[in-house]
């Protein structure tokens, strides 16, 4: 008698549309997002702004987006996905339509506020929804996947967006981001749900008692939930630094590229982006015992590649600035190893809190370094807005600060999270013991 072999899970037709839906919705905050990292240098006419007046449009959407991810995560564990993208789409788009006419810094900030208020629940509701509508197995790559699709959003940026703000100006440009945010706000209402209950026979049980739901301490108590936060934060800072604000800026005043070069750069760390998110994935949910490797490997070769960059005196050759791109391009896929930590660790009527704590992490580290550079970008070249390569030099070396403020933290973190994990009976092999056994871990 042949044996029965059980078949895998296979998610519906219809989560594959929620998910698509899902993936538009963020693809368009990403645009969103990073409209400004395009409009660097005429933000800086427009509001005859200094380095630190531009990173402070940068830095306060990006301090409202983080600090709103623990409040995002409770809503979202309240009230579900389908709400959340839908306001969060509206609140961005109004952000959009107040930056289009703003003609001072006081209103860009207000509008730039708006934005990150806006874009807060969007990611996180987005890969709550992967996670319910699809396998535990296939939940990691699905989530990764979202934020590839989502980041086609930045590319979206660097080619398009730049083109309309090059050919109908600011006003027309920013006008047309707050419609998209219309358009996704529509499509949450219409067409976004969570499964319910017994749709999918895979689906993971949420049990509902009398009982409280647990603290946000609690939530935020496991070790493996800051190693989660550490893991953002590294993954995430330096290609975010590069792509929201600074990139454009010292590509064209410090290493002497044209607008289309710049452009052309930011499209390569996207598409790099959306290439390393399925290589990630699958390894996140093959080697689930080693994904703290992936991040402390992506540190170790992302620094090398700043370094390259920035020791040398003289403008860099295109092919190494694109070498350096592409390093910094993994960087998003290896920030969502973060969201499998949490989904991980999290206690599970508060994974959206879990999530969204993780989520703070690679935006705290991002508005650290944009400030940082801000600062020391004013400090060594001040009264001007034209800087020059020595500056950017000084300027971006200072994001060594984030760097190692991350490393210590994934490594204190895996060490608590380790510890934690053989007091439930579950220890992690030495690498070579694990090479030596032929283990998937």
């Known amino acids: 008698m042949a044996a029965t072999v059980a078949a895998r899970p296979r998610p519906p037709a219809l989560a594959w549309v929620i998910f698509a839906c899902a993936a538009f919705i963020y693809f368009v905050a990403v645009v969103q997002r990073t409209a400004l990292g395009v409009a660097g240098v005429e933000a800086l006419d427009r509001f005859g702004v200094e380095a630190l007046g531009l990173a402070a449009l940068s830095v306060v959407q990006i301090s409202v987006y983080a600090s709103l991810q623990i409040p995002a995560g409770v809503?979202?564990?309240?009230?579900?996905?389908?709400t959340m993208l839908a306001v969060g789409s509206l609140v961005m788009g109004a952000g959009q339509l107040m930056l289009a006419f703003a003609d001072t810094l006081s209103l860009a900030l207000v509008a730039r506020i708006l934005i990150g208020a806006g874009d807060a629940p969007i990611f996180i509701a987005a890969t709550r929804l992967a996670s319910e509508w699809f396998p535990p197995r296939q939940a990691p790559v699905m989530v990764q996947t979202t934020g590839v699709l989502g980041?086609?959003?930045?590319l979206a940026t660097a080619v398009p967006v730049a083109w309309l703000l090059h050919e109908a100006g600011w006003s027309t440009t920013f006008t047309v981001l707050a419609t998209l945010g219309i358009?996704?706000?529509?499509?949450?209402?219409?067409?976004?749900?969570?499964?319910h209950a017994g749709e999918l026979d895979y689906a993971v049980?949420?049990?509902?008692?009398?009982a409280p739901a647990p603290s946000i301490r609690e939530a935020l108590r496991p070790p493996g939930v800051r190693l989660a936060f550490w893991t953002h934060w590294t993954g995430l800072f330096s290609a975010n630094t590069v792509a929201l604000l600074w990139g454009v800026p010292f590509l064209i005043q410090g290493q002497g590229l044209s607008a289309a070069q710049a452009s052309g750069l930011l499209s390569a760390l996207v598409l790099t982006n959306m290439a390393a998110g399925p290589i990630v994935g699958t390894l996140t949910s093959r080697h689930p015992l080693r994904r703290s490797w992936l991040v402390l490997a992506f540190a170790a070769v992302a620094i090398a590649a700043w370094?390259?960059?920035l020791i040398p005196a003289t403008p860099r050759p295109y092919w190494q600035l694109l070498i350096w791109i592409v390093v910094l391009g993994f960087g998003g896929p290896v920030a969502?190893?973060?969201?499998?930590?949490?989904?991980?660790?999290?206690?599970?009527?508060?994974l959206g809190t879990a999530t969204g704590f993780a989520n703070i992490g690679g935006f705290a580290g991002t508005v650290l370094a944009v400030a940082l550079v801000g600062a020391v970008l004013q400090a060594v070249a001040p009264g001007t807005s034209d800087y020059t390569l020595a500056d950017y030099r000084i300027a971006l070396a200072a994001i060594a600060i984030p760097w190692i403020m991350g490393i210590v933290g994934v490594l204190w973190e895996r060490r608590r999270t380790r510890r934690f994990m053989a007091d439930s009976g579950i220890i992690v092999p030495p690498i070579r013991e694990a090479i030596a056994r032929g283990r998937r871990i």
Request: proline letters at 8%; hydrophobic letters at 45%; aromatic letters at 6%.
């Open 183 to 195: 358009v996704a706000a529509g499509l949450a209402i219409f067409r976004v749900r969570m499964p």
């Open 205 to 210: 049980a949420h049990p509902h008692s009398n």
């Open 307 to 309: 370094a390259s960059i």
């Open 75 to 82: 809503l979202l564990d309240r009230i579900g996905p389908k």
């Open 151 to 154: 980041q086609v959003g930045q």
């Open 336 to 350: 969502l190893v973060g969201m499998d930590f949490a989904r991980t660790f999290g206690i599970p009527r508060r």
